[in-house]
């Protein structure tokens, strides 16, 4: 029964750690992580695994529920000016993002927000889980033209950082950007779809603190992906990704 002690002993633990916070506003969380686990993975003893075996073999059906399928794996991968995983969660984020308000111009994200790869074949509800198993939401952002190329740069100075709906160039060791093969207006604003984490500076996206224009739909960005595949298969489509060059790193002199 130690097992079973121990987890006694960390729900207490939680417990009193959600009352100390709840109590103490000016704590907040400053850093976060999570990924799903399937109940299959997780050993107890045998009392335990009888009341949790109704639970574990529901959660297990709905995880498996197959949402679309994908005409190759998507690797999360490092390093990389861009990555296929990071180009499709993007572009995924913006067309969710116009449907709700039709004048975003742009998506950007984290590498870090991607957990993990997606296999080829079919995609499970719970492929989608382990990709992103925290519950940020979409946010809109209307950037001013300062902040603009600050988010430029940051891109350009973050390999793999994904983003969509325009293409990104260093021209001179400056990070420019693109729209349809033109460059984007130095002065002119620009309505990003984000994370809530990231519109509150996370990952020291700093450039999204000082834009007064925040919205939230309340729409979890998980919710709109896995709209996007269901739709996609509805619609007998695979969903697919691939390098596009939407950034072109800088050369060196």
């Given at each position: 029964m130690g097992r079973g002690r121990n987890a006694?002993?960390?729900?207490?633990?939680?417990?009193?750690?959600?009352?100390?916070?709840?109590?103490?506003?000016?704590?907040?969380?400053?850093?976060?992580d999570a990924s799903y686990l399937s109940l299959n993975q997780i050993k107890g003893d045998s009392l335990?695994?009888?009341?949790?075996?109704?639970?574990?073999?529901?959660?297990?059906k709905s995880m498996g529920r197959v949402l679309c399928h994908s005409a190759k794996a998507l690797p999360k991968i490092k390093g990389s000016a861009e990555t296929a995983l990071g180009n499709l969660m993007s572009d995924i984020?913006?067309?969710?993002?116009?449907?709700?308000?039709?004048?975003?111009?742009?998506?950007l994200l984290n590498l870090g927000g991607?957990?993990?790869?997606?296999?080829?074949?079919?995609?499970?509800?719970?492929?989608?889980?382990?990709?992103?198993?925290?519950?940020?939401r979409i946010a809109l952002v209307k950037l001013g033209p300062k902040e603009k190329k600050e988010m430029f740069r940051y891109i350009g100075e973050h390999p793999g950082t994904p983003f969509s709906g325009f293409e990104l160039r260093?021209?001179?060791?400056?990070?420019?950007?693109?729209?349809?093969?033109?460059?984007?207006?130095?002065?002119?604003?620009f309505y990003v779809a984000t994370s809530d984490f990231l519109a509150q500076g996370g990952d020291k996206m700093n450039f999204f603190l000082t834009n007064p224009l925040f919205f939230d739909p309340g729409v979890l960005?998980?919710?709109?992906?896995?709209?996007?595949?269901?739709?996609s298969q509805q619609a007998g489509k695979n969903i697919h990704s691939q390098l596009d060059n939407r950034i072109v790193?800088?050369?060196e002199k």
């Open positions: 006694i002993f960390a729900l207490f633990v939680f417990w009193v750690l959600t009352i100390a916070l709840a109590c103490n506003p000016k704590w907040v969380v400053v850093q976060s335990a695994e009888a009341l949790l075996k109704p639970y574990s073999d529901s959660v297990s984020v913006l067309d969710r993002a116009r449907k709700i308000q039709p004048e975003v111009q742009a998506s991607l957990r993990a790869s997606l296999p080829e074949g079919p995609i499970t509800l719970g492929n989608v889980y382990s990709l992103m198993p925290f519950d940020n260093c021209e001179n060791q400056n990070w420019m950007g693109f729209l349809k093969g033109e460059p984007i207006p130095e002065n002119d604003s960005l998980r919710d709109a992906i896995i709209s996007y595949m269901v739709e790193p800088c050369t």
